[in-house]
């Protein structure tokens, strides 16, 4: 569904809702924890804040025939081979290895990712965290370099999005945390959550965290947001 959006979308027709500012946390997070399906999920507690289990949230799980990391998917614009995704174990954040991704080819964009039901989370907010470092990003039209993303996605369809895309990372940058925050609309149906690498450069994944947030005394569930002009990530 990515590679339909973007290969269809124009930078005029982003909208604002791509353009949703990160924070950047250089905050130290617990070492990764060990790979392998997560628990089954319950419907959260409303009165805490809680981490939302994902499966190899460390990197560090088996790698598939694929060349992909446990639990993760990878995608890219169609075309010819444009990114590579490889894992690292040259300087990881921690453990013994993080993902690696590399633009090599002439193709817009490239993206890895995973996605998780979205039932036991409607009406809450979600904080999606990574720590991410850059080697010579550039951006093009479509973002200005790497950057995170948190999607709340309807039958396989964004209701309500949080990436980023004109605020993502250029140039080269060591390890530093970063963080989305999202809303998530009564009607979604899955979470999806990763990493957007636009253009030349190369960009490095680690250490991936999703927790949801107290629930507001009193507060009506999430109104669904009409879906971004882009259509499906």
């Known amino acids: 569904a990515l590679a339909a959006v973007l290969a269809a979308a124009s930078p005029a027709a982003l909208g604002p809702a791509l353009a949703s500012p990160s924070i950047q946390l250089p905050l130290e997070l617990p070492k990764a924890q060990a790979s392998g399906p997560p628990a089954a999920r319950q419907p959260p507690d409303p009165k805490e804040r809680a981490a939302v289990p ?8 088996r790698i598939a025939s694929t060349g992909e990391p446990e639990g993760w998917m990878t995608i890219q614009h ?14 990881p954040r921690s453990g013994e290895r993080s993902l690696r991704v590399d633009n090599v080819g ?11 039901d979205a039932a036991p989370y409607r009406g809450r907010t979600l904080v999606f965290s990574a720590w991410m470092k850059t080697k010579d ?12 993303k948190l999607h709340a996605m309807k039958n396989g369809y964004p209701s309500a999005v949080k990436q980023m895309r004109r605020d993502a990372i250029d140039g ?9 925050e999202l809303a998530v609309p009564p009607d979604a149906t899955q979470i999806e959550v990763g990493l957007n690498l636009f253009g030349p450069g190369t960009a490095w ?3 991936v965290a999703l927790e949801v ?3 507001k005394s009193g507060s009506a569930p999430t ?7 882009v259509g499906p990530m």
């Open 78 to 91: 169609a075309g010819e081979v444009s990114y590579t995704f490889t894992p690292d174990h040259d300087e």
């Open 223 to 229: 109104p669904a947001e009409p879906p971004p002009a």
């Open 137 to 148: 990003t550039r951006g093009n039209r479509f973002g200005k370099g790497a950057g995170l």
């Open 106 to 116: 002439s193709e817009p964009y490239g993206a890895v990712y995973q996605t998780i």
């Open 205 to 207: 994944l680690d250490d």
């Open 172 to 180: 080269t940058t060591g390890w530093t945390r970063y963080q989305l």
């Open 213 to 215: 947030l107290p629930a």
């Open 54 to 61: 994902l499966v190899n949230p460390g990197l560090e799980g």
